[in-house]
């Protein structure tokens, strides 16, 4: 058990609706990253959060938004969803922002399906 | 950006043989890389890292070298179990503007008895 931990596990859910993913990082920790991983593509950055404040963007959509509150915990939020952004979400967490003395923690990871 | 390139997609070994991961990277810039291993059902879990000024690193079964000229690194497993069957994932770390951690695009290894 990594510590961090993400609700729901599996979500099932239509075409052009909202979803709200929830991670919680392990205690202590004030970085949050999001990652989707798709069949085709591997593990994409979404991301990051430290300390409630936004601190990287990778390739997220405008579709998707995230937050991090000021208990740590963080949500992203997908929207208007489509058929192609079924796939696993990853969350994970660190002490501090991603540098060669900082390891980082992944929670077990959402499935969303697209239907 | 960093791109990073991994091979083989998926790997089949033999219980007690080596499996060798490669993987490349594009930005001279990185300096941190870290290999993940995902099994079924969970996340990605790190299990060796090296620093760019570091070529070789080894955690009993498992070692990990870098080449900072060529751009690439590699994980080395020896003496193969089949709990070592799972996906890898190297990764490699862009600090500055966001410290982004750019993952390659994974290997599955199959350890057969």
């Known amino acids: 058990d990594s510590g961090v931990t993400q609700t729901p596990k599996h979500l099932i859910t239509a075409t052009g609706q909202r979803v709200t993913l929830r991670c919680s990082p392990r205690?202590?920790?004030?970085?949050v990253y999001w990652y989707q991983q798709s069949l085709d593509q591997g593990l994409q950055f979404l991301i990051h959060?430290?300390?409630?404040?936004?601190?990287a963007k990778g390739n997220i959509l405008e579709r998707f938004s995230a937050q991090q509150f000021p208990d740590l915990h963080s949500e992203l939020n997908l929207s208007s969803l489509e058929l192609g952004d079924s796939a696993l979400y990853f969350c994970?967490?660190?002490?501090?922002?991603?540098?060669?003395?900082?390891?980082?923690?992944f929670g077990q990871g959402t499935r969303l399906t697209v239907v | 950006g960093e791109n990073v390139e991994q091979h083989p997609s998926t790997l089949s070994v033999q219980e007690g043989d080596s499996a060798v991961i490669k993987c490349t990277y594009s930005?001279?810039?990185?300096?941190?890389f870290p290999w993940y291993k995902q099994e079924l059902g969970k996340g990605p879990q790190l299990i060796i890292d090296?620093?760019?000024?570091?070529g070789e690193k080894k955690d009993q079964r498992i070692a990990v070298t870098l080449n900072k000229t060529a751009k690439h690194f590699s994980l080395h497993i020896t003496e193969t179990q089949p709990e070592d069957s799972a996906v890898y994932f190297c990764?490699?770390?862009?600090?500055?503007?966001?410290?982004?951690?750019?993952f390659g695009t994974g290997t599955q290894l199959k350890v057969e008895l």
């Open positions: 994970a967490s660190s002490v501090s922002p991603h540098s060669v003395n900082t390891e980082a923690f």
């Open positions: 205690s202590g920790d004030l970085s």
């Open positions: 959060y430290y300390n409630g404040e936004e601190r």
């Open positions: 930005d001279s810039a990185s300096n941190y």
């Open positions: 090296i620093r760019s000024n570091v």
């Open positions: 990764a490699a770390l862009l600090t500055g503007g966001g410290n982004k951690l750019t």
